[in-house]
């Protein structure tokens, strides 16, 4: 299978060019690196020394496309163009070509070549040296190092810098990257908690006038339907003052403007005393100290709040029993509620509430479980909920 040549680049076409006319004009002048009756002049004459020229100049054309090749090439033509009268272009063009083989060759290439350039140089220095004995003996070694050494050292320089630059790119991207994420993250989880927020505060109320506005249209007795409206009213304002409370929590607060608090376990009471008003038999068993942290207080209240909504809508007649205890260092939460006997739901819901009572557990690295249990007194739905409390935090 034949390799595909390389393709040049166009503006090493345009160097290689450059190059080969520049020779032409220096060779049309006669004007060489060495006069023609130097002992080292083996090819001597105007002619010889366009060879390695052209051949020089089509190095440079691939000085980026096949580096290794170009230097390789390039290194016989120099040692050819030694044994002509020689040409200036012809050497300032293989400096180019070594340098180029550093900064666009491999990994390996670009840490072998200045090694060797540097042994070659510290070898045209002493050898000479130690055979001729005079100080211009040691002329080669700087000839070598010029022609050779410098080039390579510069273009591991500029290459270091460049992979350098790259790294510092690429970290750059990643940790945009990454903070994209975290936004992205951070505005998901708000979302999220915007959504359990208004779900908690506001599905309570409106299941309860979902279910009383529901008995008013129903049942055709003036004193029942009063006081289906009286329950409606009043959850219908406790609706309203909760959404102002949400709203004042997302907008940010400025001048005199105080943000609403959060509810705590101390609301437990009024709580319990509205689903008595929306017509549930509740028993509330509170035995928690003072002190407990805030995002604890919160969540226990919004899941006590959510079993509430939930026993208002899916239980059956009887007792829903509410307790709270704190022991070992977490809150305990357990709210039962008859379960069956009832053909549906009083009033219709998403499946939102367990997830979000879930959620709220998981953040605080709780455990959640609901579901229906077997007692004595009869089939249950429970929901158990155990929260950590934070170290240091006292009753």
């Not at 090694?115 to 220095?125: E, K, Q, S």
């Not at 951070?186 to 506005?213: G, K, P």
């Not at 909760?242 to 709580?271: F, K, N, Q, V, Y």
Request: glycine content about 10%; hydrophobic content about 45%; overall charge neutral.
């Amino acid at each position: 299978m034949a390799v595909p040549l390389p393709r040049p680049r166009r503006f090493d076409l345009y160097v290689g060019v450059a190059g080969l006319l520049g020779g032409l004009l220096l060779w049309g002048i006669g004007l060489g690196v060495r006069p023609a009756g130097e002992p080292v002049v083996l090819w001597p004459g105007r002619w010889p020394l366009l060879v390695p020229l052209a051949v020089m100049a089509g190095c440079e054309t691939l000085r980026r496309a096949a580096p290794r090749t170009a230097l390789l090439t390039g290194t016989a033509a120099l040692v050819a163009d030694t044994l002509t009268q020689g040409s200036l272009i012809t050497v300032l063009m293989y400096t180019d070509v070594m340098y180029a083989a550093v900064l666009y060759g491999t990994p390996a290439s670009a840490r072998r070549v200045p090694r060797i350039a540097g042994l070659l140089t510290v070898a045209a220095t002493i050898v000479p040296f130690a055979v001729w004995r005079v100080p211009e003996a040691l002329l080669i070694g700087a000839a070598v190092g010029i022609v050779a050494f410098a080039p390579a050292s510069t273009g591991l320089i500029v290459r270091n810098h460049r992979e350098a630059a790259d790294a510092a790119r690429l970290r750059a991207e990643q940790t945009a990257l990454l903070a994209e994420m975290d936004r992205v993250q951070a505005v998901t989880a708000e979302r999220a908690r915007m959504a359990r927020e208004l779900h908690d505060m506001v599905a309570n109320h409106l299941s309860a006038i979902a279910i009383h506005s529901t008995a008013a249209l129903s049942l055709d007795e003036p004193e029942t339907t009063r006081q289906a409206l009286g329950v409606i009213r009043e959850n219908s304002v406790e609706g309203l003052a909760e959404m102002r409370r949400l709203i004042g929590l997302l907008r940010d607060s400025g001048g005199d403007t105080e943000p609403a608090a959060a509810p705590t376990l101390e609301g437990l009471g009024a709580l319990v005393d509205t689903a008595r008003a929306n017509g549930l038999d509740v028993a509330l068993v509170a035995e928690h100290g003072t002190g407990l942290p805030a995002p604890v207080e919160l969540a226990a209240y919004r899941i006590v709040q959510e079993s509430l909504t939930n026993a208002l809508k899916h239980a059956g007649p009887g007792r829903v029993q509410v307790a709270l205890r704190h022991r070992d260092g977490s809150l305990d939460i357990t709210v039962t509620s008859p379960y069956g006997d009832r053909d549906g739901p009083r009033a219709p819901g998403s499946g939102a509430g367990l997830i979000g009572m879930r959620e709220r557990a998981a953040l605080l690295d709780g455990s959640f479980a609901a579901g229906p249990e077997d007692t004595p007194g009869g089939r249950v739905w429970a929901v158990r909920t155990t929260l950590p409390l934070i170290e240091g935090v006292t009753e």
